[in-house]
């Protein structure tokens, strides 16, 4: 059985302030969840507050980003090692708003994957095809291409930690949801894929959560599908009641 993850990512929303203020809420209404792994991944500059405020509790926190390099001239990047040094669990690469809007590539995923598996982050990373990709039949094309160049050159051993999200684009903050039947085809394709590079036993372990516009009305469905092992949440996350809701749906 693979126990489900639950993560929160925030995007470029809430300051320190309400970011705090989210924990102060949040924390109590789910202090006795132990069913699922909780993540919060805010804003780089609320990680210092968020890890303060979740110490002890049964939340992690995570980044939305890093860079592929542990240090040097990359004005305006974080690096695997400040992560680490905050206290930072977890890392989500290559959401398809840092493809769409910031040149992420296939390649730079690949790179970024392999940095945070080597300093123990545990790196969740997103794939998702566009709707003109669905629409013309290639789902599967992308999903296997992003998936293959990903874990490229990386070993079953170091991917211990390795989680993925299917974030069809077509679906993230439009309201429209992939149905449990869809999700669950694209999630047997990336476990495919993850068993041609990592081997069966390794695919059959791996993790892979859905997001793309959950919500509390409609997440008790797709968590219920067996093929998906959690959910990655926007819109929804930013508030505790709602992102209780789905926590524990
Ligand atoms: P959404 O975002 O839930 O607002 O659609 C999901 C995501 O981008 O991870």
């Known amino acids: 059985m693979r126990k489900k993850l639950i993560a929160a990512n925030w995007k470029m929303y809430k300051t320190p302030e309400q970011a705090a203020a989210f924990f102060r809420d949040f924390l109590p209404m789910v202090s006795d969840h132990t069913r ?35 240090e040097g001239a990359f004005t305006g990047e974080i690096s695997v090692t400040m992560l680490g040094a905050l206290g ?77 999200a299917y974030e069809p684009v077509w679906a993230i903050g439009t309201g429209k949801t992939a149905t449990p039947e869809m999700a669950a085809d694209a999630h047997s394709v990336i476990r495919h894929e993850a068993g ?26 797709l968590l219920c599908e067996e093929e998906i092992d959690g959910a990655l949440v926007g819109g929804a996350s930013l508030d505790p009641v709602s992102f209780t809701k789905i926590v524990k749906y």
């Open 36 to 70: 699922d792994e909780i993540v919060v991944c805010p804003p780089y500059i609320d990680l210092q507050i968020a890890i303060e405020a979740a110490r002890g509790s049964n939340v992690m926190i995570g980044a939305q980003n890093v860079h592929w390099e542990k």
């Open 88 to 164: 930072v669990t977890h890392v989500i690469i290559g959401h398809s708003e840092r493809r769409q809007y910031f040149n992420e590539t296939d390649d730079t995923v690949n790179r970024k994957l392999e940095i945070a598996l080597e300093n123990h982050l545990t790196p969740i990373v997103c794939v998702g095809e566009v709707l003109e990709e669905r629409e013309a039949g290639l789902t599967e094309d992308v999903l296997r291409r992003q998936c293959m160049r990903a874990f490229n050159g990386i070993s079953a051993r170091k991917a211990a930690k390795l989680t993925v």
């Open 196 to 221: 041609k590079v990592f081997g069966d036993q390794f695919a059959e372990n791996l993790r892979i959560l859905y997001g793309g516009s959950v919500k509390p009305e409609i997440c008790t469905a």
